[in-house]
């Protein structure tokens, strides 16, 4: 009888013992365990980081303690936005094999939980959003509206954008556009009111980190770089939207652009032999928070197979810089420069050229406002000029609407502010100015004055007046009511 309790007591002794023995952090973990390939692949990818010596010793066996260690450096210094899904998910998986010394350790892994959460709801399904804006529009003589009546209601817009994560590098964007400016093909079609997919495109990640897209987007240079005031509709050239290939590439404070796409939809004489290909190239250079300089050029070619065929090619070179003498003044500009074909410029000036400088003040300097000081000097041959310091409305008039094609030079400056009172108030104004350097043509002005007031996250308010003067009693003003609705 004492002998079979002794052995009962052993048995029950081993029984109990054992899953202690299992926690003990100081243990070994057993060669050949998974614990030892998840980390060795972690930190292949440079998630984890091994020993503090910086080497993990995958041959050499580790206790448990020793392994939780690593985990919970890689806790402490992964960037979880970069992480692939992979990673994250046997990160996690490793947390949970050694989640006792972990929780010995003090460590937090909410952050982990919360990310591959997202991560998850990324790779799960559509996303949905829009915008609409609706426009009451009140003006003298009808030159803002587009069917040339002094009153006018309409839908500006309506936009739905659809969105899917199709995988952790590959996501697809699409938006259906209806309202004004939505054909989808260029500026051209600014008076357009039918409904199509005015953007759809693929992004992914191809090798040696290259960002590539194809399908149709809209490329605009000059905003990218901040070289327009932020309630112009335009910049000085480019900004239409594109079909075709785009492929981006980082080399440090270098990045590098280039688009090979078909039909651009500047076309400026639209006829059976109008079929174009379009090619760009972007080159900018940041080497510290207060310069930045670049290099972009656009090649638009005809299929010119027919020697009878107009000549029509277009080639656009631009250089820009900025030099911010603080976080709050910038000096910045650009200069194009161009090649007309033969039948392009019409016996004219067949190599305009166009320029502007900016001087960029932010409110945080001046406290009440902003400022933005700009000076044009475009020749008037120089080709997809898009009007310049036109409130961003989609049809609207230009100070430079009335530029001849000659050979002299239209100068335009401009003055603006904008002042942000508090979250919900914002109020604008500006005052523009073009000079045709022509006879018989007067100068035109411009003058505008808003108030936004946000309602709600979702919800705006813009009420704005805008007058315009092209000389010779021929000139308009504007009330506008705009409703905004974001979702």
Same mark, same amino acid.
């Given at each position: 009888?004492?002998?079979? #309790? ?10 109990? !013992? !054992?899953?202690?023995?299992?926690a003990?952090?100081?243990? +070994? ?14 930190a ?15 041959? *050499? ?6 392994? =939780? ?6 806790? !402490? *210094?992964v ?9 994250? $998910?046997m990160?996690k998986? #490793? ?7 972990? +929780?010995? #350790? ?21 996303? #949905? ?17 587009e ?21 952790? @590098? ?20 600014? /008076?357009?009111?039918?409904? %199509? ?10 090798p040696?980190?290259? +960002? ?16 327009y ?5 335009n ?7 594109? &079909? ?12 590098? @652009?280039?688009?090979? =796409? %078909?039909? =651009? ?16 190239? &972007?080159?900018?250079?940041?080497p ?16 010119f197979?027919?020697? &009878?065929?107009?000549? $029509?090619?277009v ?33 004219? $000036? ?12 932010? *409110?945080?300097?001046?406290?009440? @406002? ?20 036109n409130? &961003? ?15 002299? /030079? ?7 502010? $904008? ?33 936004t007031?946000?309602? @709600? ?31």
């Amino acid at each position: 009888m004492k002998k079979f #309790l002794a052995v009962l007591a052993v048995v029950a002794l081993v029984a109990f !013992a !054992a899953p202690a023995f299992a926690a003990n952090p100081f243990m +070994d973990v057993p060669a050949g365990h998974w614990a030892y390939d998840a980390v060795a692949q972690l930190a292949a990818r440079g998630v984890v980081s091994g020993y503090p010596d910086g080497a993990f010793k995958g041959a *050499q066996p580790a206790t448990r303690y020793e392994v =939780a260690s690593v985990v919970a450096r890689a806790l !402490a *210094q992964v960037d979880v936005e970069k992480a692939s899904k992979q990673d994250l $998910e046997m990160l996690k998986k #490793l947390v949970m094999e050694f989640k006792d010394e972990l +929780d010995a #350790l003090g460590v937090k892994v909410d952050k982990l939980d919360k990310r591959v959460g997202v991560l998850e709801d990324r790779l799960g399904g559509w996303k #949905l959003r829009g915008s609409f804006q609706f426009d009451a529009n009140f003006s003298g003589d009808g030159l803002y509206n587009e069917n040339g009546a002094e009153t006018e209601f309409h839908k500006e817009w309506f936009a739905l954008v659809l969105t899917k994560q199709i995988d952790e @590098t590959t996501s697809l964007y699409a938006r259906l556009r209806m309202g004004q400016y939505v054909a989808g093909t260029g500026r051209n079609d600014i /008076s357009g009111t039918d409904t %199509r997919w005015d953007r759809i495109y693929v992004d992914m990640k191809l090798p040696y980190d290259v +960002d590539f897209r194809v399908g149709r987007w809209l490329q605009d240079f000059e905003g990218d770089q901040g070289l327009y005031w932020g309630y112009d509709a335009n910049p000085m050239f480019g900004s239409y939207r594109m &079909d075709g290939f785009r492929a981006h590439k980082a080399w440090g404070n270098f990045n590098v @652009t280039g688009i090979v =796409a %078909r039909n =651009a939809g500047i076309d400026p004489e639209p006829r059976e032999e109008g079929q174009f290909m379009h090619y760009a190239l &972007d080159i900018n250079f940041r080497p510290n928070e207060k310069f930045w300089a670049g290099a972009t050029g656009y090649w638009l070619q005809g299929d010119f197979d027919d020697a &009878d065929v107009l000549d $029509e090619n277009v080639n656009t070179y631009g250089i820009y810089a900025g030099f911010a003498f603080n976080p709050n003044v910038e000096l910045k500009g650009i200069y194009y420069f161009q090649n007309l074909g033969d039948d392009l410029a019409n016996g004219n $000036e067949d190599s305009p050229k166009a320029w502007k400088a900016v001087l960029d003040v932010k *409110q945080d300097l001046l406290k009440f @406002t902003s400022l933005w000081l700009q000076y044009m000097q475009i020749d008037n041959t120089f080709y997809g000029l898009n009007q310049q310091n036109n409130m &961003d409305w989609g049809v609207a008039i230009s100070v430079t609407d009335n530029m001849p094609f000659n050979d002299n /030079s239209t100068k335009v400056w401009m003055v603006a502010a $904008e002042q942000v009172w508090n979250d919900k108030w914002t109020t604008f104004l500006k005052y523009a100015e073009a000079d045709y350097d022509t006879d018989d043509y007067e100068d035109a002005k411009n003058w505008t004055v808003g108030a936004t007031y946000q309602y @709600t996250p979702a919800v705006a308010f813009q009420l704005v007046y805008d007058n315009i003067d092209f000389g010779d009693d021929d000139d308009d003003h504007l009330i506008k009511f705009r409703t905004s609705v974001s979702f």
